[in-house]
């Protein structure tokens, strides 16, 4: 079946602009995961639901990250005001048990 | 804050040769999962093991847990140039649901 996708694959934004990044999970995992990864680094953990809700949101670094998944489904990671360090790749994983399924990652390049 | 560390950082060897990474962690688990990742085919799970398990095998590959020294190894036998990638170690985040936490990595490169 088809895997975990996230668009868009590679956004560009001017320092200070909002930007919103898509996850689609395979299809009946109740469990997501968003991660950031910076240049070089392992990924880290951004924040995880269970189906609708938002159990962890401790890894956001900040209040301008929001994520949401409003019918359990497709996820949302949104970044207001934009900073130069918000450039990584932000990467979206399901679960069904213990092995988390990644998507391939939206590059995002703060100007 | 990451957890594991693997070594090396980077690793180049000739197709054919084995390859050998090691992590090691700092709280006490009860599995430890290695991912792949490069730029073909995003991070991919390759293999868990239970702290329970002392050694798992998975075609070519080889993992190794000690719990008592809080470290892992994986090896890579017969390595092929489609092996090169950045290889991770993660850990459960001490939590229920399954929040990872990864090492840096190391980075194989297997030369044709």
């Known amino acids: 079946g088809a895997g975990v996708s996230q668009s868009p694959r590679y956004k560009v934004a001017k320092r200070g602009q909002d930007v919103a990044l898509r996850c689609d999970p395979i299809s009946g995992h109740v469990s997501l995961f968003w991660y950031q990864q910076a240049l070089g680094q392992g990924p880290e953990f951004l924040t995880y639901f269970q189906n609708e809700a938002q159990l962890d949101k401790s890894g956001l670094p900040s209040d301008r990250f929001f994520a949401e998944r409003p019918e359990g489904s497709v996820s949302t990671l949104k970044i207001q005001r934009t900073q130069q360090e918000d450039s990584a790749v932000y990467l979206c994983?399901?679960?069904?048990?213990?092995?988390?399924?990644f998507g391939p990652g939206t590059r995002l390049l703060v100007l | 804050s990451q957890q594991g560390e693997e070594d090396p950082q980077a690793l180049s060897i000739q197709e054919g040769e084995n390859a050998t990474m090691n992590c090691s962690y700092k709280t006490s688990i009860n599995n430890l999962q290695w991912y792949r990742q490069n730029s073909g085919r995003g991070l991919v799970h390759l293999i868990l093991?239970?702290?329970?398990?002392r050694e798992k095998h998975s075609g070519r590959l080889r993992v190794t847990l000690d719990t008592s020294k809080k470290s892992s190894s994986l090896l890579i036998t017969a390595s092929r140039a489609a092996d090169t990638a950045s290889y991770f170690c993660?850990?459960?985040?001490?939590?229920?649901?399954?929040?990872?936490?990864f090492g840096q990595g190391t980075i194989l490169t297997v030369h044709p």
């Open positions: 994983a399901s679960s069904y048990q213990e092995t988390q399924y």
């Open positions: 093991i239970r702290s329970n398990e």
């Open positions: 993660a850990t459960p985040g001490g939590t229920s649901y399954g929040k990872l936490t």
